[in-house]
């Protein structure tokens, strides 16, 4: 599974309407977006906390209202020096009716994870469509987020956290049956041990290949086996890209495949 950094951005703007289409017109099979709260509680999309790097304004966005935000442009591709550009901040809403019926949507929630936002997913878009996921203690989240048990959920795991016992660790989230678990990779040579217990839940091993990263998109463009064929290799198959055409280009050429398995009934 191919999933694209906050959007096909290269040639549009990082959490646009443009990026969504554009990884549609692609094939790219999903998409993450970051959604934050403005100040009236309108859910937007936005990765910093600020709208200085990606737009003509300035200021948090928890502390501006929509009709604040919907009059600022958007800068081109990952913003800051670029160009600005005609394209202006969505909210969830618009991002979900884009979607819907074409291309999955990761949501990568920069406040906490409510029923507001599954409210909104039930009404502009399909569950069926959308992965949410957290980073929270498996309890925390089991405590305050009962909810995410009737929907698609994704543990981010961090190495750092888990390395002592990482099979424990992915058990503590068996109650709310995540379809995949985010592994941040701090080493290569940890990632394979954090194979066996997701292949064991049949659930998807996600690592993300970023800039700066143990695995690195930027090595990837210049010798793709040594990144996205080494993470196939040991069973990695969600791959969150800054180069989702590339990524295609090259399982399309390799025919790269992955462990498939039966789901697991739950109760």
């Not at 020096?81 to 901040?89: A, K, M």
């Not at 469509?129 to 009737?150: S, T």
């Not at 066996?196 to 990263?213: Q, T």
């Amino acid at each position: 599974m191919i999933v694209a950094h906050r959007g096909c951005w290269q040639k549009t703007s990082e959490n646009s309407i443009d990026a969504i289409e554009a990884c549609i017109d692609a094939g790219i099979d999903m998409v993450e977006l970051d959604v934050r709260l403005t100040r009236d509680n309108v859910l937007v999309l936005m990765h910093d906390a600020t709208v200085d790097r990606m737009t003509d304004g300035k200021g948090k966005v928890s502390d501006l209202d929509w009709a604040q935000l919907r009059k600022l442009h958007l800068r081109e591709g990952k913003g800051g020096s670029t160009p600005l550009t005609d394209r202006r901040i969505p909210n969830f809403e618009e991002a979900l009716r884009a979607a819907k019926d074409r291309i999955l949507i990761n949501l990568d929630p920069k406040s906490r994870l409510s029923p507001a936002m599954l409210a909104m997913v039930d009404k502009a878009g399909r569950r069926s469509q959308l992965l949410f996921k957290a980073d929270a203690p498996a309890a925390l989240l089991i405590e305050e987020g009962p909810w995410l048990r009737d929907v698609r959920f994704q543990p981010i795991l961090r190495q750092p956290q888990i390395q002592a016992d990482p099979t424990a660790a992915i058990a503590a989230y068996d109650p709310i049956h995540p379809v995949s678990y985010e592994i941040d990779v701090k080493e290569r040579a940890f990632a394979p041990l954090v194979t066996p217990p997701i292949r064991e839940r049949c659930a998807r091993y996600w690592v993300n290949s970023l800039a700066g990263r143990a695995y690195d998109d930027k090595v990837a463009l210049a010798d793709p086996d040594s990144v996205w064929g080494q993470l196939i290799a040991i069973g990695v198959d969600a791959i969150q890209t800054d180069e989702p055409v590339a990524l295609k280009a090259y399982l399309q050429r390799s025919h790269a495949a992955t462990h498939h398995c039966e789901p697991r009934s739950t109760p």
